[in-house]
């Protein structure tokens, strides 16, 4: 069972990212999607009474958004792993000028994400963390965390 955050601002690859790697396997908890948090946590105690393994696809700024998830899924044996995108805010904006309707969010809102980002730690109660960058072909390049 794992319990899988991304973090990183918006338009850093992290949905693309999920749908590479973890459709087949993992459920996916998403804001965008479920809308709100009385859904989200509907889904997420879903996961954790049946000790499905899930991803967390959210910004997860702060130590204080993660501690959401693993504080409820560590103590029911989840192995918690962590995934941080690479945050450059002008490149994110980039990207995310390319996106059309509700999925291009505003300038002023990737801002507000990285002014409030706080870079995951191993303190936190994470197993495994690990770094993902987009190299120059837009493919995912991961690499473990070093401690």
């Known amino acids: 069972m794992e319990a899988i955050l991304f973090t990183g601002i ?3 690859g992290k949905s ?5 790697n973890f459709v087949d396997t993992h459920i996916r908890i998403n804001l965008d999607m479920l809308r709100t948090r009385h859904r989200e ?5 879903a996961c954790l009474d049946a ?5 967390v696809d959210n910004t997860n700024p702060t130590l204080a958004n993660r ?8 103590p029911l044996g989840f192995t ?3 995934y941080y995108f690479q945050s450059r805010v002008k ?3 980039a990207r995310n000028n390319l996106r059309t309707g509700k999925a291009c969010i505003p300038e002023k809102g990737i801002l507000a994400t990285r002014g409030r980002l706080e870079i995951p730690n191993y303190s936190e109660g994470f197993d495994h963390l ?7 072909n837009q493919s995912f390049v991961v690499k473990e965390w070093a401690r």
């Open 10 to 12: 918006q338009a850093t």
């Open 16 to 20: 693309t990212f999920y749908k590479q």
């Open 41 to 45: 946590a509907i889904i997420l105690q």
């Open 51 to 55: 000790k499905q393994s899930f991803v």
């Open 67 to 74: 501690q959401k998830y693993i504080g409820l899924a560590k």
């Open 80 to 82: 918690i792993i962590g």
């Open 91 to 93: 490149e994110a904006i």
């Open 130 to 136: 690990y770094y993902v960058t987009l190299s120059e």
